[in-house]
């Protein structure tokens, strides 16, 4: 899952307004609050207001994150709607007070959590009593909070009432630095909003309020769950083809914002969107604040769709002597998924990345998916991808691969997902070396030219504690016009757990990248070894290793000159696999020894910027001469 955030759990960019499954539902609770905010026993609803009280909607908000009126009642807090949402698990509706005050840092909107489809339409003014909650959709997570006003009491002075005019968020009011500096107690939660220095403060003080973005690029596809992103400011890096780029942890991306709509899509279409294309005319909506996606605009009203035509990547053709190696993440796949899915993964082997002569797929789940029964064979899953690549016009590739003991390698619970080798047998060997097991650790027997694995193919260090609860790396022994070639398929553990860039704690946490270089760490070692055997060994290490090019785990990988990531050596605009939360970004690799310094390589955009995609990763392919 990142990244820019982290990008797990896979793609579950679900919201409060949508329905939530019971693992995500769980996480959610409302009013979790630090000590200082603790609210005592649920109040009962209080009487409807008749008269305007002391507090206003910018009084409740304040200058920092968290309301200094939290845990408390108010009473007739007077606001017209903005907008209102009447599905989901968010029910409510969002107010904003007319009349501002001075102060560039206090929100003058709010949202009013109903619970139940709310009865005030837009353009109502109204009074409101109620509590003022801090809500975290994530607290434990890093999240920051949703100031709102629950178990509201409402009274319409008046309908049809106009709107305050949104504020429009562009390159000229967006700064260009992210987020400040941490208070001592290591959050942004009491630091003075400074909405003219840092970007999360700009959004922070925009809060509930009418917002709008003008001809915006969007920056991620739209996801099955009626929601994308663009890019509310050009000054953010942009990609080859129209994304913006994760380029480093100390500059975020400022200009991403999600963008919902408020009615549901039974009733009002969303726009199907890939990267690239455009929302023209104006976007309009409160600014709202999520778990899955940091600071959104819900909106009322969406710009048109323009369809920017972008087209699937087609590798370039090999030569008869160039051996073609390929990494495709073919997400959580399983014989019991459908033949839309396995047509579609096969079809991408076969004429975006020319059936290359040896794939690594990472994400092959054993033969009953998530069935949770002790299965862990994947022979049936195997078969039927194959299947389909010949279906497809692609090779007979044969495969190899190692069974996980039950539960151990993580992913989808049930799952036991894996790596697997397909090769064409009428371009490269395979040797078969017996004695890999799901336990038994390869090692790299004889030297110069005789140099081989004890097994192939083979795990390395499977039981080293940094392969914990996480896929093991698969080793195969190739031979192509007489050269071994070792090839070593990867997926590293993902970022769950890992605080997000706009997380309330600055810097955010990333504490699965600890594992990460424990398994880059051992990784390295093992290639040490084998160039210690042959430095003219040739080994490519490809797959998922959930970590950028910058990475310390990346950096890990390659200490010494072992190996070196091909993805720098591609133009800066094409260097990402993956778009997570708005960014486009690198999560998958290529690498190779010393020895292979001639190697062309390319990832493949097929899924990643797509609304409709076979995987959530873009595959990839380099093209060596052993």
């Known amino acids: 899952m990142t990244t820019a955030a982290a990008p797990r759990p896979r793609r579950a960019a679900l919201l409060r307004a949508a329905v939530l499954p019971a693992a995500l ?3 959610l609770v409302l009013v979790p609050l630090p000590a200082a905010y603790a609210a005592g026993p649920a109040a009962a609803v209080p009487p409807a207001p008749t008269e305007a009280g002391p507090l206003r909607i910018h009084d409740i908000q304040g200058t920092t994150r968290t309301s200094p009126q939290a845990g408390k009642p108010v009473t007739g807090v007077p606001g017209t709607v903005t907008g209102v949402r009447a599905y989901g698990s968010a029910k409510g509706f969002w107010m904003q007070d007319p009349n501002p005050d001075a102060d560039p840092a206090t929100s003058e909107g709010i949202f009013v959590y109903t619970g139940a489809a709310p009865t005030v339409r837009v353009g109502d003014s109204v009074l409101v009593s109620g509590k003022v909650t ?6 434990g997570g890093g999240s920051q909070s949703v100031t709102e006003l629950t178990g509201p009491a409402v009274t319409v002075l008046s309908s049809g009432n106009p709107l305050p005019a949104p504020v429009v968020v562009d390159t000229r009011n967006i700064p260009g630095t992210y987020t400040p500096p941490a208070g001592p107690d290591g959050t942004i939660d009491q630091v003075r909003l400074n909405p003219e220095k840092y970007a ?6 925009l809060e509930g309020m009418l917002v709008q973005v003008r001809d915006a690029r969007v920056v991620q596809a739209t996801d099955k769950y009626n929601e994308l992103w663009v890019a509310a400011d050009r000054q953010d890096q942009r990609s080859k083809r129209g994304g913006v780029l994760y380029e480093s942890y100390r500059e975020p991306n400022v200009g991403r914002l999600m963008v919902q709509q408020q009615a549901p899509a039974s009733q009002q279409p969303f726009p199907v969107a890939n990267v690239g294309d455009e929302l023209t005319g104006a976007t309009t909506g409160p600014l709202d604040y999520n778990q899955f996606g940091g600071y959104t605009l819900v909106a009322g009203s969406v710009g048109a769709l323009r369809d920017n035509h972008l087209q699937r990547e087609v590798t370039a ?3 008869d002597r160039e051996l073609t190696v390929a990494t495709y993440n073919v997400e959580n796949l399983a014989a019991t998924n459908p033949d839309a899915k396995f047509a579609a993964l096969a079809q991408g082997v076969v004429t975006n990345l020319r059936s290359p002569d040896i794939v690594a797929l990472e994400e092959i789940q054993d033969d009953n998916g998530s069935k949770n029964d002790g299965t862990v064979g994947a022979s049936r899953t195997i078969a ?9 016009g692609g090779p007979a590739y044969e495969w190899r691969s190692i069974d996980p003991q039950d539960g151990k390698d993580g992913g989808e619970p049930g799952g036991n997902i894996r790596q697997v080798f397909l090769f064409n047998p009428q371009r490269v060997s395979f040797t078969d070396i017996p004695g890999g097991t799901a336990t038994t650790a390869v090692a790299v027997t004889g030297t110069g030219a005789a140099t081989a694995l004890t097994a192939s193919p083979g795990r390395i260090e499977p039981t080293d504690e940094a392969w914990t609860d996480s896929r093991k790396p698969l080793v195969g022994q190739f031979t192509f016009r007489g050269r071994t070639v070792f090839v070593i398929a990867n ?5 769950g757990g890992d605080q997000g860039i706009d997380s309330r704690f600055q810097a955010p946490t990333r504490s699965s990248e600890v ?5 880059a760490t051992v990784e390295q070692a093992f290639v040490g070894k084998l160039l210690a055997a042959d430095q003219e060994a040739r080994i490519v290490a490809v797959g998922d290793y959930n970590d950028y090019q910058f990475s310390p785990a990346l950096a890990a990988l390659t200490k010494g000159g072992v190996l070196r990531d091909l993805v720098n050596e591609l133009p800066e605009t094409e260097q990402y696999s993956y778009v997570y939360q708005g960014n486009s970004q690198v999560l998958d690799h290529i690498l190779v020894s010393p020895e292979l310094g001639y190697a062309k390589y390319d990832v493949v955009h097929i899924n990643a910027e797509f609304a409709q995609q076979a995987s959530d990763h873009d595959p990839q392919v380099v093209r060596l001469k052993p």
Not at 134 to 139: A, K, R
Not at 384 to 392: G, H, I, N, T, W
Not at 491 to 495: M, T, W
């Open 491 to 495: 997926h590293f553990n993902s970022k």
């Open 515 to 519: 594992q990460r270089i424990k398994q």
């Open 384 to 392: 039927r991808f194959v299947d389909a690549v010949k279906a497809a």
């Open 317 to 319: 053709q090999a030569t």
């Open 25 to 27: 539902a769980a996480s």
């Open 200 to 205: 999360l403060d700009f959004y922070e003080s």
């Open 134 to 139: 801090e809500y975290y959709p994530n607290y």
